[in-house]
């Protein structure tokens, strides 16, 4: 059952980190306007089953007065609101306090917040530390995500259908082109299953500025702005998707059998073979495989 919907308020963000699953930097376009925003909330308040609203990037702080409107208008809505931030702004903990004293008092439920040293480095203690310390003392519910370097084979990443919170980097995006040489280790035929999204059911959803709707990066049922989101949740069917339909029948191995892909002999990751497979598949299903941005293609 559909409760969360995530808003990439924008694919822009100051860092342009390794293992980023959308290919976010600080070139990168795309951004919501407050007209769409505030229809992407109407939407979402036409779906009785979505209580949460997250924010998201890129890097949502960069465009404050959009996020704060964002954020007031879910809450007027009554949705419970998260983000999701590099918490980059907080030089020092006043500085952090002036960024988050708003959302506080619009009563915010969930502040996740990545430190790693993809974003971060090493710094003991850096703006994400100060962010999150600052968060707290204002009663903002707060979380880290700590994405670690890459493991070689079968580390953990999120449980199906769950926010990335941590573990080790998923082979998706930029993490393809940038991070999987000299790691691949398993061999295509095994990877049978997709491990993180609930494709069948969907539990959450991604909306991008183009109003592309997204249930994991890259794999579009929609656009907002032709069909509602309530439509275009009552219409989808995983067996009719020409890309979920493959990946919940038999996981990445299938979705490149049926469409003919001609695979390596190993890949990291589920994902990865995943992102290889659709990314070989654009050019046949661009309103499917959407926005091209996510693959590397601009
Ligand atoms: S296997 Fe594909 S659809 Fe599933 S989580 Fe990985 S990239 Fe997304």
Redo the contacts with the bound molecule.
Sequence with gaps: MLSQLHILLTYTCPFECDHCFVYSSPYAEGTFTAPRLHEALDQAQDVPTIDWIYFEGGESFLFYPLLIEGVRSARERGFEVGIVTSGYFGATEEDAELWLKPLADLGISDLSVSDDAFHHGESSDNPAQKTKRVAERLGIPTDTITIDPPAAVGAPGQGRGEPVAGGSVMF?GRAVDRLAQGLAGRQWQTLTE????E?EDPTRIHLDPYGHVQL?QG?SIGNVWDTPIRKLMERYRAADHPICGP?VEG??HELASVHGFDPEDRYVD??HL??ETRRSLLHRFPDELAPRQVYGVV
């Design positions: 998706r997709c491990p993180y999204e494709l994991c794999i990946l996981g990445p589920e994902c995943c992102f």
